[in-house]
């Protein structure tokens, strides 16, 4: 019963430590203020859209409600060049709609790991595991090994980040859309290449720092448990 307590320990974890992956993603594209403001000026993204900051900000808004199901539809009315006219076109929308399918998706697997983590608690508590004991040994084990996983994942993608910025998009979407033309599509100059660097950097840092903080927690519990142990 004990293999089994540390097996659903470890799963937990995994299921943690993916939870805290999307997070850190929601954390980024979400709760930053100000940030895509700075990213913008750092890129000089006003003069290439040839747009004012605040017309560009509101699309940006607008566009971050669609990715997370808060607006039906990419059909945003701004002024470009002193024009009025739709931001999107209908190739930018196409993309904009596998790319929201991926974001929804990532809601719903973090849900789907919350779920997993209170399943394996109660399976844990129902066989009377001891969970002060083999809950933070179990964590800290499995947020070793998926971190070291991540470490090594995060140091290949960023040794040449546009190669595998390619492979990203053809193993997550089955056409081309996502291959935008900055002579027409307004979309790739507000977000170019080095802003996805600057954005992946920051989730890396965000993901960082909580797994961090979960093991290091985790491993206190353990080294006061083992120092108690230790007490005459």
């Not at 900000?57 to 971050?64: A, G, I, N, W």
Request: charged share 20%; hydrophobic share 50%.
């Amino acid at each position: 019963m004990k293999y089994l307590h540390y097996a659903l320990g470890v799963l937990l974890t995994f299921c943690l430590m993916i939870a805290l992956l999307l997070t850190s993603v929601e954390a980024v594209a979400y709760w930053t203020p100000g940030y895509y403001e700075k990213e913008y000026a750092k890129y000089n993204v006003t003069a290439a859209v040839q747009m004012e900051m605040d017309d560009l900000l509101e699309v940006t808004d607008e566009m971050m409600a669609y990715l997370r199901g808060r607006r039906d539809d990419l059909h945003v009315p701004t002024v470009v060049n002193g024009q009025p006219r739709e931001f999107f076109n209908d190739r930018e929308i196409a993309h904009m709609e596998d790319v929201r399918g991926l974001f929804i998706g990532g809601l719903r697997l973090r849900l789907l790991c919350v779920a997993a983590i209170v399943v394996c608690l109660a399976v844990m508590a129902l066989t009377k595991a001891d969970l002060r004991h083999v809950l933070p040994r179990a964590v800290c084990a499995g947020t070793g090994l998926f971190f070291a996983f991540v470490c090594i994942l995060a140091a290949v993608i960023f040794s040449d980040f546009s190669k595998y910025f390619i492979i990203f998009h053809h193993i997550f979407f089955d056409n081309d859309l996502w291959i935008l033309d900055p002579r027409t599509d307004l979309l790739i100059n507000i977000v170019p290449e080095p802003f996805f660097m600057d954005t992946a950097a920051r989730i890396a840092i965000t993901y960082g720092i909580s797994v961090a903080a979960v093991f290091l927690v985790c491993l206190g519990i353990v080294l006061a448990g083992r120092r108690k142990k230790q007490k005459p």
